[in-house]
C-alpha cells in the first residue's frame, strides 16, 4: 500500500518546472556567450589580425607551402616597398605579395612587354605607361596603385602577368612566420632578409 505524500505532485511539478527554467537560462546564455565569441573573433580577425597558412610556390623561399604566418590588419597603411602584403584582387583572390613599386615609380617588368609604340615619360601623367629606356621596357606605376611580385619569379602570377594593382586592395601585412617560431626543422635554406634589386627601377618616387 503506498500512502500519498501530502503536496508530492505540487513540489515535484515546480522542481520540473525550475530545472526546465534553468536549463533553458544556461542554453541562451551559452549561445549568447558563443555568439559574442564569435563576433568578436570575426571583428578581431578583420580589423587587427589573423593568422593564415601558405599555400602555392610563389613565395619560395622566404614563405614555403604550409606555413603559418600572423597577418596585421591595423594601421598598416602607408605601405612600404620590401615588405610583404595579403591582396584581394578579382584575379587570384587572396593572395601574399611582396611590394615592388610604388606610385610613379618606374619598374622594370620581369618579362620584356610588347608595345606598339614607345611612350615618353611623364612625371605628371597616371596613365598606365611603357617607357623604352636602354633598349629595356619599363612601366610607370599610376597614381593609387603598386606594382607586386613573388619571391619565385619562376612560378609567381603577379603583377607581371595581371599588371598593376589597386592600393585598395591590400588586406594586410605579413609580420611573422609563425613556423619559424615554433618549428624545430631547419630553415636555413631560407631568406632572412629580401633585398629588392636595384636594378629593378628606371625611378624611385617617394
Known sequence: ???AIPG???STMQAKTLLSKFISFVNNTSVRITVGTLSIGYAFSQKVGT???VAGNSMLPTYMPGDWVYINKFNIFPVNRGDVY?????????QIKRLVGKENDIIKPRKKLKVNK???????SDTDEE????????RKIKRGFIWVEGDNG??????NMYGQVHISCVEGKVLFNLTNIFSNKN???????FVINEDKYFLKVD
Not at 187 to 193: A, D, G, L, Q, V
Open 51 to 53: 593568422i593564415s597558412q
Open 118 to 124: 614607345t611612350q615618353e615619360y611623364d612625371n605628371n
Open 187 to 193: 630553415n636555413s635554406t631560407r631568406k632572412e632578409t
Open 1 to 3: 500500500i503506498i500512502h
Open 154 to 159: 619562376s612560378v609567381s602570377k603577379d603583377s
Open 131 to 138: 617607357i623604352n629606356e636602354h633598349m629595356f621596357y619599363y
Open 8 to 10: 508530492y505532485s505540487d
Open 86 to 94: 595579403l591582396l584581394n584582387n578579382d584575379v587570384n583572390k587572396l
